[in-house]
T-cell receptor, first 115, second 113 residues
Framework: AQTVTQSQPEMSVQEAETVTLSCTYDTSENNYYLFWYKQPPSRQMILVIRQEAYKQQNATENRFSVNFQKAAKSFSLKISDSQLGDTAMYFC????????????FGPGTSLSVIP | NAGVTQTPKFRVLKTGQSMTLLCAQDMNHEYMYWYRQDPGMGLRLIHYSVGEGTTAKGEVPDGYNVSRLKKQNFLLGLESAAPSQTSVYFCASRLTGPRYGYTFGSGTRLTVV
C-alpha cells in the first residue's frame, strides 16, 4: 500500500530563516506526482509546489523549493526567507500516474514562524 | 476569479436532520472531490466525480450522497446527520491529468449535536 509519512508534527523557525520540512513515501510505482499543500489558520488549503517523478530537476516556486530523492523516496520542502504568513499546516501528498481519486495525504507538519 | 466556493461555511445540525453542502467552481474543471478533515485522521475522500453526471465512492462514503448535475457544481448531501459526521468538509477540483493538483474551497465546519 502507498503511504506518506511526515515525521515532524511541529516545527518552528525564526522569521527570515530557512526551514526544511520532511516527507517520505512508499510506492512500487515508477511514475507518480508529489505535492505540497499549505493550510493556514484561515483553513483553505493551497497548492504550494508540485514535482513529477520522471523529472530529475527539483521544482522551485519563489521561496519554496523541494529536494526530491527518488531512490530514497524522499520529498522535502525548503522554505527560504520565512515570513509570518508561512505559518500553517503543511501536507505532503502523493498521486500515482493512473489515479483519478487516490491521492494520499501525509498527516501534516505544523509550522510556526516566530517574529 | 472565485475558484472553488463552498456554502455554507458553518452549520450546526441536530441528529437526524438533513442538509446539502454546495460546491461551485468556475475553472471548467472536470474532476471534483469531497473530503472531510478530522483531527488525527487527516484528509479522507468521501466521493468524487470525473465529469458531469458521474459520481464515485471514495474512502468514507457511508452516510453521504452526491450529485453532479452541472459541471460546475458538486453537491454533498447528508440524509440523516449523525454526531460522527461532525467535521470540516472540503471541496476540491482539478484539471484532467494526474500532474495537476487540487484547488480547494475554504471548507464547511459542520457540527452535529
Amino acid at each position: 500500500a502507498q503511504t506518506v509519512t511526515q515525521s515532524q508534527p511541529e516545527m518552528s523557525v525564526q522569521e527570515a530563516e530557512t526551514v526544511t520540512l520532511s516527507c517520505t513515501y512508499d510506492t512500487s510505482e515508477n511514475n507518480y506526482y508529489l505535492f505540497w499543500y499549505k493550510q493556514p489558520p484561515s483553513r483553505q488549503m493551497i497548492l504550494v509546489i508540485r514535482q513529477e517523478a520522471y523529472k530529475q530537476q527539483n521544482a522551485t516556486e519563489n521561496r519554496f523549493s523541494v529536494n526530491f530523492q527518488k531512490a530514497a523516496k524522499s520529498f522535502s520542502l525548503k522554505i527560504s526567507d520565512s515570513q509570518l504568513g508561512d505559518t500553517a499546516m503543511y501536507f505532503c501528498a502523493f498521486r500515482d500516474e493512473t489515479s483519478y481519486d487516490k491521492v494520499i495525504f501525509g498527516p501534516g507538519t505544523s509550522l510556526s514562524v516566530i517574529p | 476569479n472565485a475558484g472553488v466556493t463552498q456554502t455554507p461555511k458553518f452549520r450546526v445540525l441536530k441528529t437526524g436532520q438533513s442538509m446539502t453542502l454546495l460546491c461551485a467552481q468556475d475553472m471548467n474543471h472536470e474532476y471534483m472531490y469531497w473530503y472531510r478533515q478530522d483531527p488525527g485522521m487527516g484528509l479522507r475522500l468521501i466521493h468524487y466525480s470525473v465529469g458531469e453526471g458521474t459520481t464515485a465512492k471514495g474512502e468514507v462514503p457511508d452516510g453521504y450522497n452526491v450529485s453532479r448535475l452541472k459541471k460546475q457544481n458538486f453537491l454533498l448531501g447528508l440524509e440523516s446527520a449523525a454526531p460522527s459526521q461532525t467535521s470540516v468538509y472540503f471541496c476540491a477540483s482539478r484539471l484532467t491529468g494526474p500532474r495537476y493538483g487540487y484547488t480547494f474551497g475554504s471548507g464547511t465546519r459542520l457540527t452535529v449535536v
